[in-house]
């Protein structure tokens, strides 16, 4: 079981940027593949980017790709989201998300994770 709490959360400027951290605790964090998911006020929530537990394969979004970098430090239990040329449309609670992974391959679905964070608010200004 793993336990994740995200933080780096915030408000800033239309351009601006933000490093979310996803700070796990447990047991064979390496072992377990990382997602990051939004959810906007009255949408579903959304798949933004996913690493594979050694961090060799990551996934994003088309609608960050080449803005959002998602990066995992198995020796410090933490995975990031580093996210630059932020517009409004990026404001949402962003969750961390975690599943027990056999292979390189890293869903995008929901349902997939089942260890959840509580969430961190971003908010874009325009």
């Known amino acids: 079981q793993v336990q994740l709490v995200e933080s780096g959360g ?7 940027s933000l490093r979310l951290s996803c700070a796990a605790s447990g ?7 990382v997602g990051w998911f939004r959810q906007a ?8 980017s996913a ?3 050694s961090g060799g394969s990551t996934y994003y979004a088309d609608s960050v790709k080449g803005r959002f970098t998602i990066s ?3 020796a410090k239990n933490t995975v990031y989201l580093q996210m630059n040329s932020l517009t409004p449309e990026d404001t949402a609670v962003y969750y961390c998300a975690a599943y027990y992974s056999f292979s390189t ?4 679905t929901v349902t997939t994770y089942r260890y ?3 969430g ?6 325009s």
Do not use: C, H, M
């Not at 915030?10 to 601006?16: E, P």
């Not at 391959?105 to 995008?108: K, M, N, R, T």
């Not at 961190?120 to 200004?125: E, G, K, L, M, P």
């Open 27 to 33: 047991r064979s964090f390496s072992s377990y593949a």
């Open 120 to 125: 961190t608010q971003v908010t874009i200004s």
């Open 116 to 118: 959840w964070g509580q």
């Open 105 to 108: 391959y890293v869903s995008q």
């Open 41 to 48: 006020p009255g949408k579903e929530r959304e798949f933004v």
């Open 10 to 16: 915030g408000l800033v400027q239309a351009g601006g």
């Open 72 to 74: 995992r430090d198995n």
């Open 51 to 53: 690493i594979s537990r």
